[in-house]
């Protein structure tokens, strides 16, 4: 039996100085590549935030810089993934994701492709996610072609491919949730999303979604109450 390994942080020598999350730069004013992809990532961020809610800890992060290394600084390589998620982490505002500060690598890690961006997001990126930060979840999708879908969890140190369901859906041990291709109106915009569901596959709404599905039972219940004779508006 194959057990996934948990998100750890590279150790660090305690005389060696490092930034922190004040001092490092936060943002390179490169944007997301499409619009699409700035939406799948507000999607993605949106859904997974919602079901944080009643948790005291965990966080979510997106196009955001990642810190793991001096070199790492000297060099700015590497920023970050577009999507990234963090279990049992304090709940706060950050400007970027300090691994020496956290003392934890995300949990979960999702990279949107794009022709650009794929072939160095499936073999230069992969790397870094499975060596140096060894984030125990690694996706990626395409929001342009939703064939193009893989997982990999991190077992004895290598990523190995995760199976699709039978419905095309990958699991996530991590979170105990599920990402899945959801074909649907996100923001006026017709496309297949990846969106995180329950197990069950039951799709997590974002806060608009969550709003107007409580809007819509209040109705429900209003008109119910209205057949029965009963003004709800006395209740």
């Not at 809610?53 to 997106?62: I, M």
């Not at 070199?71 to 590497?78: H, L, P």
């Not at 950050?94 to 499936?122: F, G, H, N, Q």
Request: charged residues 25%; hydrophobic residues 40%; without cysteine.
């Amino acid at each position: 039996m194959t057990t996934l390994e948990l998100s750890t942080a590279p150790s660090f020598s305690p005389a060696l100085f490092l930034p922190g999350e004040d001092e490092l730069p936060a943002d390179d004013n490169q944007t997301m590549e499409t619009q699409r992809h700035k939406m799948q990532m507000d999607l993605l961020i949106e859904g997974l935030d919602t079901w944080l809610e009643p948790r005291a800890d965990g966080y979510v992060g997106g196009n955001m810089f990642i810190y793991f290394s001096q070199a790492q600084i000297k060099s700015q390589d590497f920023k970050g993934p577009d999507f990234f998620a963090v279990t049992d982490v304090p709940k706060r505002e950050r400007k970027s994701w300090v691994i020496w500060e956290e003392e934890k690598a995300p949990d979960v890690v999702i990279e949107l492709l794009s022709p650009s961006t794929a072939d160095e997001d499936k073999t230069t990126k992969k790397a870094v996610y499975q060596t140096k930060l060894r984030v125990p979840e690694f996706y990626w999708y395409d929001p342009f072609n939703p064939d193009d879908f893989a997982g990999f969890s991190l077992i004895s140190g290598h990523y190995q491919p995760m199976e699709l369901s039978p419905q095309g859906w990958l699991s996530s041990e991590s979170l105990g949730l599920v990402l899945r291709p959801w074909p649907g109106i996100y923001r006026g915009v017709e496309a297949v999303w990846l969106r995180w569901a329950t197990l069950e596959g039951e799709i997590l709404p974002t806060g608009w979604e969550r709003a107007a599905q409580e809007s819509q039972r209040a109705e429900l219940l209003a008109a119910k109450l209205k057949e029965l004779g009963v003004d709800p508006d006395l209740i």
